[in-house]
Structures are given as structure tokens and as C-alpha cells.
């Protein structure tokens, strides 16, 4: 073979070559995916609920009341849009997950109602990828007590019980957590909501953190943040039974902003609770109890004067899941107790309470819960205005909620 032919036949491996390379690379070209652009409302999710209820049903005693429970118990009151919420929620990216929930049907006074009032703002900003220790920043309701954390989209009882919610008026306030879960008790906590089993959502199995101490829309009234700590965790067991314990406590000082002309006393005190907590799923049948002790402000009668004073109470609540189909019965039964003050009431005004409870929630479809509940109400709750006020009475109430 001559040079000239050598030449020809390397010139031809050469272009063959690049003309391979040239193709594969079309074909890889042509192989990889168009990457699609997510907006950022792409990652954005509404949800929401509403309840309407109505009180007044064999009503014995029109006196008996309960601010911190439901505005429209007793005199001058009907139906009521007790609430109207809209939740925006979604991972923004794999570290910053957004919640946002305002209410359209809160009362701002005895005579306005439906007034637009921010409930949640908060961020979760993960540390790892399986989101098993993140820290939450904003409003958001504070780790104390089962039933506080649980929505009242979720729970049985119309009302929470006294003992627990009177540490925390609207479950929230402006705070800085940490929360730990493993991966797996994580999605244990989303089932426990999404199967219907009444659970109170994931607030992790440990929680730790500061918040102001005066309650969600409330500025803070002094230099001081409270400190609250949280364990908890779900057992499930081979037959698929889930029972939870947990134990909490915070410590802080508190300020009561409302009071009388001439009561003497204060205005910031302490307030520390510790509280325990079990509860078994109903699955069929459920048990919720819990009890906290601690010490906080509280209207004295005879020395017309707010003092520290010891407080406890609290609540047990039997259930039962009925399944109808694609239709959900819970009947139940509950009794609470309570003796102490209400911080955010009026001269932290004093309260003896025992309510006992026989209710019906029923859910013919995902969309719609009506709850029927018989309550027999034994209530002291006295400050400098009324120095002796003891109701007591009986009431059947109603519910509807819509989900949306």
C-alpha cells in the first residue's frame, strides 16, 4: 500500500470517528429530559375548615358561661361561626417548609364578630434531609399538653379542657423550637391524622424552646421569655393498638394585663406548669387522659388582691370508633376539673370547674362532621367585678364543620 493510500484510508477512519462521536452526541442530546421550571405557587397547598354551632338547646341557666371556651355559650347568643379558617402550607424547598393559617371568625369583642386574626406564621427549617431535627421560627402553638396541640378540625370535644388550655389562650405565641423525630415515627404521627385516629399532629418526639408568655396577637409585656420542653412518643404495638405518654413543662413570668381599678397586686407573676399525658387510639376503642399542676396568677376575693397561687386539673375522655362504611361514628364521654386562675382573663380571675360530657361526632363523608354534645356544667369563675359567681347548668350543643 502506497502513502497516498494510507493517507486516504486514515482520513476516513478520522471522519467515521467523528461522525460516531457526533451522533451519540445527539442521542444524548435528544435522551435528556426537559427540565420543567416549578413556580414558587406550584409549592404552595390550600386547605381549611369552617364550624357553625348553636348552644342554646335545653339550656337550664342562660348565666352559665365560658370566655375562654366558646363565646357564644349563655345570654343574648345563637348561631356562631365559630370558626373560619384557611391554611396555606408547603415545602418551599428541602429545607424551608411554610404554614400560614388566619381565621375570618374570630370575635374581637361581645359585640363584633368575624373579624380576620392571624393564628400560625411559622417556618420549619430542617437541619437534614429526612427532617428529623428542624427548628420552627414564628407563631405557631406552643408544646403543651395533647389536646392543645390538637386542631379542633380533629378533636371530639367542642371545647379543651380548662386546666391545660388556661396555661395558653388560643394554643400559640411567638416562639424559637426545636423539635426531634425519627423518620418513622414522623409518618406515624401524619397517619394517626390522616386514618381519622384523632391524633394531634407531629410535634416531634422531643421539643425544646422560648416564647414570649403573653399569647398568640399579644404584645410581649415584659423583658422575660418563657422556656418549655416537651417528650413524648407513640408505641405501636404487633396488633396495631398505638398507645402515646408524654410529659411537658414551662417556666416563665407572666403579665396580667387586664384588671380592675383598686385590685391590688402584681401586675407580672410567675407561672410554671408541668403536665403529664396518655392516650390510646381508637382503634376501636380510645382513652385520653391528662393532669398538670403548677402555680400562677389568680384573683383572691378576700383581699381584693391578685396573688401567685398553686393551681391543677384535668380531664379524662373515653371514645369509641365506629365504622359504617365509608361512615364514621365516635360516641364519647369526658369529665374535666380544674381550680386556679386564668391569666389572661380579667384580674386572672378564679375558677372551679367539674363539666362532664356525653357526645356523639358523626362523619357520613369526608367533607362533613356533626358532633351532638350533652354538657352538665359546674362552674366558679369570680373576679373583682363579681365576687360571687357560681353557675351551674346543663346544655345540649351542636356542631357543623365543613372540610375543605
Known amino acids: 500500500m502506497n502513502v497516498k493510500n494510507l493517507l486516504s484510508a486514515a482520513l476516513g477512519i478520522m471522519i467515521s470517528t467523528s461522525a460516531m462521536a457526533q451522533t451519540d452526541s445527539t442521542k444524548a442530546i435528544e435522551k435528556k429530559p426537559e427540565e420543567k421550571k416549578i413556580n414558587w405557587y406550584d409549592k404552595i397547598q390550600i386547605r381549611g375548615y369552617s364550624q357553625i354551632r348553636y348552644n342554646r338547646l335545653l339550656e337550664t341557666n342562660s348565666d352559665l358561661g365560658c370566655e375562654q371556651c366558646d363565646k357564644s355559650w349563655g345570654n343574648n347568643n345563637a348561631l356562631f361561626l365559630r370558626r373560619g379558617r384557611l391554611i396555606l402550607f408547603g415545602q418551599l424547598n428541602e429545607h424551608v417548609y411554610m404554614y400560614i393559617q388566619p381565621d375570618f371568625a374570630s370575635s374581637a369583642s361581645a359585640t363584633s364578630l368575624h373579624f380576620f386574626q392571624l393564628r400560625d406564621a411559622y417556618f420549619d427549617i430542617s437541619v437534614d434531609k429526612k427532617k428529623e431535627f428542624r427548628f420552627r421560627i414564628g407563631q405557631s402553638k406552643i408544646p403543651y399538653g395533647f389536646e392543645n396541640l390538637q386542631s379542633s378540625q380533629n378533636r371530639l370535644s367542642l371545647d379543651r379542657n380548662d386546666a391545660f388550655n388556661s396555661a395558653l389562650s388560643n394554643e400559640r405565641d411567638l416562639a424559637a423550637l426545636f423539635?426531634?423525630?425519627?423518620?418513622?415515627?414522623?409518618?406515624?404521627?401524619?397517619?394517626?391524622?390522616?386514618?381519622?385516629?384523632?391524633?394531634?399532629?407531629?410535634?416531634?418526639?422531643?421539643?425544646?424552646?422560648?416564647?414570649?408568655?403573653?399569647?398568640?396577637?399579644?404584645?410581649?409585656?415584659?423583658?422575660?421569655?418563657?422556656?418549655?420542653?416537651?417528650?413524648?412518643?407513640?408505641?405501636?404495638?404487633?396488633?396495631?393498638?398505638?398507645?402515646?405518654?408524654?410529659?411537658?413543662?414551662?417556666?416563665?413570668?407572666t403579665v396580667v394585663t387586664s384588671i380592675t381599678k383598686g385590685v391590688k397586686g402584681g401586675p407580672e407573676f410567675d407561672d410554671q406548669r408541668v403536665g403529664g399525658s396518655i392516650i390510646l387510639y381508637p382503634q376501636p376503642f380510645g382513652f385520653q387522659m391528662e393532669y398538670t399542676v403548677g402555680k400562677g396568677p389568680e384573683y383572691d376575693v378576700a383581699s381584693n388582691s391578685i396573688m401567685t397561687k398553686n393551681l391543677e386539673g384535668g380531664y379524662a375522655l373515653l371514645?369509641?370508633?365506629?365504622?359504617?362504611?365509608?361512615?364514621?361514628?365516635?360516641?364519647?364521654?369526658?369529665?374535666?376539673?380544674?381550680?386556679?386562675?386564668?391569666?389572661?382573663?380579667?384580674?386572672?380571675?378564679?375558677?372551679?370547674?367539674?363539666?362532664?360530657?356525653?357526645?356523639?361526632e358523626w362523619q357520613p363523608f369526608k367533607q362533613l362532621e356533626i358532633v351532638a354534645m350533652y354538657t352538665i356544667s359546674d362552674r366558679v369563675y369570680e373576679d373583682a367585678v363579681k365576687t360571687s359567681n357560681h353557675q351551674v347548668g346543663n346544655l345540649l350543643r351542636l356542631q357543623v364543620q365543613i372540610n375543605y
Not at 399532629?201 to 416537651?230: C, M, W
Not at 361512615?327 to 381550680?339: A, D, E, M, N, T
Request: proline letters at 3%; glycine letters at 12%.
Open 179 to 253: 423539635y426531634w423525630a425519627p423518620e418513622k415515627t414522623r409518618k406515624l404521627f401524619s397517619e394517626l391524622v390522616s386514618k381519622g385516629l384523632k391524633g394531634s399532629g407531629d410535634y416531634g418526639v422531643f421539643a425544646f424552646g422560648l416564647f414570649n408568655g403573653q399569647t398568640a396577637n399579644k404584645p410581649e409585656a415584659n423583658n422575660n421569655l418563657h422556656i418549655v420542653s416537651r417528650l413524648t412518643y407513640p408505641f405501636q404495638f404487633k396488633n396495631g393498638q398505638i398507645f402515646e405518654a408524654g410529659v411537658q413543662a414551662y417556666s416563665g413570668k
Open 319 to 360: 371514645n369509641y370508633k365506629i365504622d359504617l362504611g365509608k361512615q364514621l361514628l365516635f360516641p364519647f364521654v369526658k369529665g374535666q376539673y380544674y381550680q386556679g386562675g386564668k391569666k389572661h382573663e380579667l384580674d386572672a380571675r378564679r375558677y372551679v370547674v367539674h363539666d362532664y360530657e356525653i357526645g356523639l
